[in-house]
């Protein structure tokens, strides 16, 4: 079984749709939990941490379920922008080891 | 400036080249990684170095050597490579570790083994 395992997609929404992704990983140590960024062809960039009582920034909340081994990603109000691969990435134990999903790819269509 | 950076960005070699992957990180961060990029594969950690010291070794093989001597600057060597080591090698740093951990990422160097 994967560390951390993402439907890789494409998930193509229209612009105003909202769209939600899960990532479910196997390490019940893990601790920490964030979603990336990647656009086509650049490098992977902090979109948001996961907290375990769940956060919310601008149009983008992230939730974290442990007992079920997952983290979501729910975007509201979809923007053209927004269309990239999105990473699930998880830390176990305050360590420097940063696991990543193969990431979802989205698709913002006009 | 970026905050990373990687050099070179693209390189194509032989597999009977020696080459080196050279990474940089102004951000005065304590610890810098390699991973490895694969086409429809996630991101796989290869080393980490906090403070020049190697800290994580992920079952990589022999073929790269990485060398960290200092807090700012980290060095992939490629000996013997296969082709199936083509792949994009990504340079990050970070602050710390664990929960405040935010990896900054160099642009990566694509490289193709022939």
């Known amino acids: 079984r994967k560390e951390v395992e993402q439907d890789p997609g494409p998930f193509n929404v229209p612009e105003g749709a909202t769209v939600a992704f899960n990532c479910t990983y196997s390490n019940s140590a893990s601790q920490s939990f964030f979603w990336y960024r990647q656009d086509c062809r650049k490098e992977p960039k902090l979109l948001m941490s996961?907290?375990?009582s769940g956060n919310e920034d601008g149009r983008f909340t992230a939730q974290l379920n442990r007992a079920s081994q997952y983290i979501s990603l729910l975007i509201r109000d979809s923007k053209l922008s927004d269309s990239a691969t999105y990473l699930c990435v998880v830390n176990a134990g305050g360590t420097y080891k940063y696991i990543f999903g193969t990431g979802t790819r989205l698709k913002v269509l006009a | 400036e970026t905050g990373v950076t990687q050099t070179p960005r693209h390189l194509v070699m032989g597999m009977t080249n020696k080459k080196s992957l050279k990474c940089e990180q102004h951000l005065g961060h304590n610890a810098m990684y390699w991973y490895k990029q694969s086409a429809k594969k996630p991101l796989e950690l290869m080393f980490v170095?906090?403070?020049?010291?190697?800290?994580e070794n992920n079952s990589v093989p022999s073929r790269f050597s990485p060398e960290c001597p200092n807090s700012s600057h980290l060095f992939l060597h490629l000996h013997t490579l296969q082709p199936e080591d083509s792949a994009l090698y990504l340079c990050?740093?970070?602050?710390?570790?664990?929960?405040?951990?935010?990896?900054?990422f160099g642009e990566g160097s694509r490289l193709t083994v022939l």
């Open positions: 990050a740093s970070s602050l710390r570790q664990g929960r405040d951990g935010e990896l900054f």
């Open positions: 170095y906090s403070l020049e010291e190697r800290v």
């Open positions: 996961v907290y375990s």
